[in-house]
């Protein structure tokens, strides 16, 4: 029997993207074709950002950059500079993965549940998990040890036995924070105390 081989997908990267995550996303199967020149897009102002500062393209580089998206089978993010004529620029788009969680609206708004209503949008939603969990955890800790007294201490350099000077323990027992923080594994008086000596041997 012939040997038939597969149709390739071309995706195109449509806001600045980090090299190795192009790496894995190139990685995941030979029939990609992934299509990202960062030259054609946005300029980031900082890490992670999706959507940039507009970027001033030659007549040469902005058709360039409308044949991608006419060929383009799945499209990583929105193109924010072209977003209203994504339908008809588009044609064959059939996955659009965003990079925001909340979409729904923009996705109703620009009509593309009508217009493009045989293209799957999904959403970033979850990525951030684990730091958004951190930063939870964190601000707990940092109400639980009173981060700002701690900080005060250290900026006035005063070396105090703050346990003490506020009845720390009497205070918290027994509050929401304190059966919280219980959960986590810090619910040992003696442990506490080691772990919140002066701020001035930080």
């Keep these: 029997m012939p040997t038939t081989h597969p149709t390739p997908l071309n995706v195109l990267i449509a806001s600045y993207l980090e090299p190795e995550y192009i790496a894995q996303i190139r990685a995941v199967d030979d029939r990609?074709?992934?299509?990202?020149?960062?030259?054609?897009?946005?300029?980031?102002?900082y890490l992670c950002d999706h959507i940039g500062a507009p970027r001033?393209?030659?007549?040469?580089?902005?058709?360039?950059?409308?044949?991608?998206?006419?060929s383009a089978d799945i499209q990583f993010d929105f193109d924010y500079v072209r977003r209203t004529e994504l339908p008809e620029l588009a044609p064959n788009l059939r996955w659009l993965q965003a990079t925001s969680a909340g979409i729904g609206q923009l996705v109703k708004t620009l009509g593309y549940d009508q217009s493009m209503?045989?293209?799957l949008f999904t959403t970033a939603?979850?990525?951030?998990?684990?730091?958004?969990?951190?930063?939870?955890?964190?601000?707990?800790?940092?109400h639980y040890r009173n981060l700002p007294l701690l900080l005060a201490d250290q900026r006035a350099h005063r070396s105090l036995d703050y346990v003490k000077r506020l009845g720390w323990w009497s205070s918290v027992r027994g509050c929401r924070t304190h059966r919280s923080i219980r959960s986590i594994g810090c619910s040992r008086p003696a442990s506490w105390k080691r772990c919140c000596r002066s701020p001035m041997s930080w």
């Design 32 to 45: 990609l074709n992934v299509i990202y020149e960062p030259e054609l897009l946005p300029v980031p102002r």
């Design 56 to 70: 001033e393209l030659t007549p040469a580089q902005e058709q360039a950059w409308r044949e991608h998206l006419r």
């Design 117 to 119: 209503a045989n293209t």
């Design 125 to 142: 939603s979850g990525v951030h998990a684990i730091p958004l969990a951190e930063w939870c955890v964190m601000s707990i800790l940092n």
